[in-house]
């Protein structure tokens, strides 16, 4: 079982307990919780300033990215509401992470189980959109692209669990399987002849079309991707299954000497991690491209894993952490055209938060600031 | 029909020389690293970046054999930064390597991108084939040298590993940490540079996707070659040989699709452009097991999983 080198704020907070008054109590465990705040900040503070370095060896602004990421994510009511859009797509995928990576699991596929859940939810509407209403069409392609979702990463688990296979790499792997599959029926028995430029599946009509939040331009995805943010947080903390499926992340051996379902756990949080990133391309082909194309691969999955790491695997965490990305990655339109860079700065941007980040696990523990007085037992 | 099975079988042939040279190249880097105990994910992006750098270069000197070298050093830099990074505590290497990943594409393609039009010179290719009559088998055997490099380089290292001191303190250090450092090594300087030497060789490999076969430089270029030939080791069992024939067989899987492409077979294209990965896919299922180790794996890498 692969073991990531970073370990639960619960745990590391609750690790000694001290019989000390609860006014103490709280600050120590506040002073040992903000360490888990102040380093990925660091983090990304640090991954800044090399990138505005970056910016100054080819002669450009700093200050003029960071005002134009500013206008072009956060600056105006249109820019938040495009950020939001954005974000939907990257909590979900990041949730995609973040399920699986409490129970040990590194997969970083889900770019491809976004691309299969999208597919499936055009292919599923192809015969329901002349004889079924909007409501129960849509309902029937959501859960067409959750169940895709969940197949595709379950595989990745499943061979984890039963063969040995490294997730990680099995899980990319069905990526490309997985695009490879939607261009070979988007490019053949499922064109829609009608648009000869771009290969796509047969268009939504109109009223099958995922609406807006009422009084924003905004689509639903954002708030179903809240909502399972804080479904999924209940569910890693605060049930029975939660706590079963920590302790195979923290000690898979403990967990099959207790007797856990450790297969099924495994099955099940990779299911939940697909269905997560299923539902992020349903919203995609219902709420914004309206068939199924090549524009479902548009980098979202590889977001999501830098947003799920930065978040330290936290739910609701990953839900500002999204909004973040979505900002810079609305911003990447205007970025481009006012500073003539080309569209891969923002992966150039994203490659270096995500080493910095990855550089800064080595910085906890190190701190006195971050440790509490010593406990007596 | 018996005439295009011997045009499809020409050119599997062909394919599997010109296709499995990236391969062979990401995989001994990805056996050297590996062998020092250590897995560097990150080779997909040294794939990419090393094809940029080679292009470039081949196209501003050029000298397409500068291209090859600077690609080299482009993926020595990549692969010394993920050997530094995880040469400090606490910081897991298969999170790096996914990092290193992101970052070696993004940066391939910020500064690939005048590239993407330009014609850069090739790589010359040796014309094995000019004995024949036939203009597909005499195709077919145009082999870049880098093909002979990389066997060379093979053979190099079966036999290093084998018989030298440096193979043995790699061995050492990834069957054993512990060992290593009773016996005076530092384990972070060897994992160190196996994964710079690793890096420079996925480096090169890059320079052959962008200055031979497919020849030029897009931002589509490698998709996943990088990654395959990481799992591609595991299959190889760790043997720098067994790797050379692994991406002989990889090289004909990849080429399956353009074979049929060139008899008019262009249905499911993109169903043979998968064959590969999920070629991949099985072979890693088939050589993997829950409860046993791999047969040959670096003690240290078993430990680590």
């Known amino acids: 079982m692969l073991k990531t080198a970073t370990g639960q ?70 820019s938040i509401q495009n950020t939001l859009q954005r974000s939907s797509p990257l909590i979900l995928s990041a949730l995609c992470v973040a399920i699986p990576a409490r129970i040990g699991l590194i997969i970083i596929g889900g770019e491809g189980a976004l691309v299969v859940g999208g597919f499936a939810a055009a292919v599923v509407s192809l015969p329901l959109v002349d004889h079924a209403p909007p409501l129960i069409g849509l309902a029937l392609m959501f859960i067409a692209a959750a169940v895709a979702g969940a197949l595709w990463i379950a595989i990745a688990g499943w061979l984890r669990y039963a063969r040995g296979v490294n997730e990680t790499i099995s899980s990319l792997l069905l990526t490309y ?67 079963a499926a920590r302790i195979v992340g923290g000690n898979y051996r403990a967990a099959l000497a207790q007797g856990l379902p450790v297969g099924r756990i495994i099955l099940v949080c990779s299911m939940i991690a697909g269905a997560c990133a299923g539902i992020a391309g349903f919203f995609e082909v219902a709420a914004i491209q309206g068939s199924a194309n090549a524009s479902l691969v548009a980098g979202y999955g590889f977001t999501g894993i830098l947003v799920a790491f930065l978040a330290r695997f936290n739910p609701i ?47 906890y523990g190190r701190f006195a600031i971050f440790k509490g007085p010593e406990t007596r037992t | 029909m018996n005439e295009n099975l011997v045009i499809v079988l020409i050119a599997m042939l062909g394919g599997a020389i010109r296709v499995s040279t990236p ?8 056996c ?39 690609a080299g050093c482009a993926g020595a830099m990549l692969g010394a930064m993920h050997g530094a990074i995880c040469g400090l505590p606490k910081v897991n290497d298969v999170a790096v390597g996914i990092a290193m990943m992101m970052f070696g594409t993004g940066v391939a393609f910020f500064f690939g991108k005048p590239y993407i039009q330009p014609s850069a010179p090739r790589l010359p290719s040796i014309p094995f084939g000019a004995f024949a009559d036939n203009p597909n088998l005499r195709s077919a ?165």
Request: hydrophobic share 55%.
């Open chain 2, 32 to 70: 050297l690293t590996e062998k020092s105990g250590r897995i560097n994910l990150g080779l997909e992006g040294t794939l990419v970046l090393g094809a940029m750098v080679a292009y470039a270069i081949s196209y501003q000197t050029g000298l397409p054999w500068a291209g090859v070298l600077a």
């Open chain 2, 141 to 305: 055997l145009d082999v870049n040298p880098l093909f002979f490099v990389g066997i060379a380089v093979a053979l190099m290292m079966a036999w290093a590993f084998a018989n030298t001191r440096v193979g043995l303190i790699v061995r050492t250090v990834g069957d054993s940490a512990a060992a290593a450092k009773a016996m005076g090594f530092s384990v972070d300087f060897v994992r160190f540079a196996s994964t710079t030497v690793g890096g420079f060789l996925a480096g090169i490999g890059g320079a052959f996707l962008s200055l031979s076969y497919p020849g030029s430089w897009n931002q589509g270029l490698s998709s996943g070659q990088g990654l395959m030939a990481v799992a591609l080791v595991i299959f190889a069992r760790w043997s720098p040989v067994r790797c050379v024939l692994a991406a002989l067989l990889f090289g004909a899987a990849g080429a399956i699709g353009p074979s049929l492409q060139s008899i008019g077979v262009t249905q499911g294209y993109y169903f043979y452009n998968a064959a590969p990965y999920i070629l991949t896919l099985a072979i890693m299922i088939a050589t993997s097991s829950a409860t046993r180790q791999a047969k040959d794996m670096p003690g240290e890498f078993a430990a680590a999983k």
């Open chain 1, 9 to 78: 704020p619960e745990t590391a907070a609750g690790l000694s307990v001290s019989r000390a008054d609860g006014f103490a109590e709280v600050v120590r465990r506040f002073r040992t919780g903000s360490e888990y705040v102040v380093i990925p900040i660091l983090a990304i503070t640090v991954a800044s300033a090399l990138f505005a370095l970056f910016l100054l060896a080819l002669g450009r602004s700093p200050v003029d990215f960071v005002q134009l990421v500013w206008k072009g994510g956060f600056g105006n009511a249109f």
């Open chain 1, 177 to 243: 399987i997985g695009v490879a599959i939607m261009n070979f029926f988007v490019e053949g028995v499922l064109r829609d002849m009608t648009n000869p430029n771009k290969p796509s599946t047969r268009p939504l009509p109109h009223e099958y079309m995922i609406g807006k939040i009422p009084g924003t331009d905004v689509h639903w995805g954002l708030a179903v991707g809240i909502l399972l943010a804080v479904a999924l947080q209940i569910l890693m903390s605060r049930t029975t299954f939660g706590f």
């Open chain 2, 23 to 30: 391969f062979m190249f990401v995989a001994l880097g990805e």
């Open chain 1, 317 to 363: 965490v990953i839900v500002p952490v999204a909004v973040m990305f979505g900002g810079i990655d609305a911003a990447g339109g205007i970025i481009q055209r006012r500073m003539a860079l080309p569209d891969a700065t923002v992966l150039v941007l994203r490659g270096l938060i995500f080493v910095v980040l990855l550089i800064s696990e080595t910085l």
